[in-house]
């Protein structure tokens, strides 16, 4: 099944989520298409999010809301393979880059989704709501209280820039990102980083993690349990790494760059003698080898 995850970079962790959700939740009612009252669905499941806590606060419900889905659109004979979006739902996804532009945020996030849904009530999102007695106004001057309070939702997008990334890092950081989302969790963490680090293969970080005995069988588990220890956020490693970077006379963050920071700090060394290894050992190794340049090769990332 294709997920409407999309590769804008702009969208923020809880959007992808959201996203993600809006398919599944498509193909869980046997529906022809997505459309905005899915995208309500899809925020509404998407916990941790600013949208999910927004219509939390309405007293709306994840069960609620598909249980009017139903009644609104004909089920299929088999769930789709391939989903589109209603032309309503490109709409709101278009009115939502917009209001993200109008408060000045340089992300895309599960608040803006709402807002870009209740701007023009155009799809099934208007009915939804309608049924479930919460006025497509009341939910927009929620939220949008809400995002003039200050509240934000978490996104890599600056510390990913400032960084400094070379090409390599940034699909490693990008992988990350899509492994948290894959597995709905609620923020992009270093147990993410340490994972991709390892699969990503192109990268000498990869040999250099198996050579020290990383403990791939236990970090893979417990990722997919959902260790709340594992979701410590990579925008400490991000902001540090160009340091650690220029430390070594390099001027952009490269994969060792993110393994030395991580081994650097407090978390991330917890984090490394858990699976098994040493951070200072790490350390000596990386800063007494001579940093290759990134790679610039276009083959696909290692899968989860």
Not at 22 to 48: C, E, F, K, N, Y
Not at 130 to 158: A, I
Request: hydrophobic letters at 40%; aromatic letters at 4%.
């Amino acid at each position: 099944m294709r997920t409407l995850v999309p590769s804008f970079t702009r969208y923020s962790h809880h959007a992808r989520r959201a996203l993600t959700h809006t398919a599944l939740v498509v193909s869980r009612l046997r529906h022809p298409l997505a459309d905005t009252g899915h995208l309500l669905a899809g925020v509404m499941l998407t916990r941790g999010s600013l949208g999910c806590q927004v219509m939390e606060e309405l007293a709306l419900t994840a069960e609620a809301i598909e249980q009017v889905l139903k009644t609104l659109t004909p089920s299929m004979a088999a769930p789709p393979q391939d989903i589109p979006n209603a032309d309503e739902l490109n709409i709101a996804l278009a009115l939502a880059a917009d209001e993200s532009s109008w408060f000045g945020h340089h992300y895309i996030g599960t608040g803006h989704l709402l807002l870009g849904v209740t701007r023009m009530n155009v799809g099934n999102a208007r009915a939804l709501l309608r049924h479930l007695d919460v006025p497509p106004e009341q939910l927009r001057r929620h939220v949008r209280r809400v995002l003039n309070d200050g509240f934000t939702e978490p996104d890599l997008h600056l510390a990913k820039r400032n960084a400094r990334l070379s090409e390599l890092s940034r699909r490693v950081i990008n992988a990350a990102e899509q492994m948290a989302v894959t597995l709905d969790h609620p923020n992009v963490g270093q147990g993410h980083l340490l994972l991709v680090l390892l699969l990503e293969e192109r990268s000498s970080i990869s040999a250099l993690l198996r050579a020290a005995g990383l403990d791939e069988r236990r970090l893979r588990r417990e990722l997919e349990d959902g260790d709340t220890a594992l979701f410590a956020s990579l925008e400490d490693i991000l902001n540090r790494a160009l340091d650690q970077a220029q430390t070594l006379g390099s001027h952009y963050t490269g994969t060792e760059h993110l393994l030395l920071t991580l081994a650097a700090t407090e978390a991330g060394g917890a984090l490394l003698r858990r699976y098994g290894l040493d951070p200072d050992g790490l350390r000596r190794l990386i800063t007494n080898q001579e940093a290759a340049p990134p790679s610039t090769d276009e083959t696909p990332l290692a899968g989860f």
